[in-house]
């Protein structure tokens, strides 16, 4: 790990999961990103990877996921890229926040907490991979 950047390659299996948070925090650290971004960026990549890794795939092989953070000055930026069949979660309708639970459609959470967490979150789809570019103002949310 270089000290500007981190550059993850994970396969599509939910036990990476805690690999990618321990090297978020480690990097974090080492670039006096605070606590609270840290945790943010990690809830946000957990909940991103958990639903390319469960629901991305159409067959049981193994995919490489790549994860690309860096400290932009007083931003952090982070992008994933992966080989699962394309998929905007931007697109997703927003969840139902006012009914009572067992009313509610199932999902949408994860994504409307991903947009809540980070100050920018966009997608694209380009050379057979789904990409997700995350930002996060460091200054604007330092704990």
Do not use: W
């Not at 946000?44 to 890794?53: F, S």
Request: net charge negative.
């Amino acid at each position: 790990m270089s000290n500007e950047r981190l550059n993850l390659r994970i396969a599509n299996d939910i036990a990476e999961l805690s690999r990618v948070a321990e090297s978020v925090e480690e990097f974090c650290a080492s670039q006096a990103i605070p606590a609270g971004n840290a945790f943010k960026l990690n809830i946000a990549l957990e909940e991103l990877l958990t639903n390319t890794i469960s629901y991305g795939y159409e067959d049981s092989g193994r995919h490489e996921i790549a994860i690309d953070i860096a400290r932009e000055g007083e931003t952090i930026v982070a992008e994933l890229s992966d080989d699962a069949r394309p998929y905007d979660p931007l697109n997703a309708p927003p969840p139902d926040l006012e009914s009572a639970i067992e009313d509610r459609r199932v999902g949408g959470l994860g994504v409307h907490l991903v947009k809540t967490m980070m100050d920018d979150v966009r997608y694209a789809y380009r050379d057979g991979r789904n990409h997700i570019t995350l930002r996060k103002n460091i200054a604007a949310d330092p704990d």
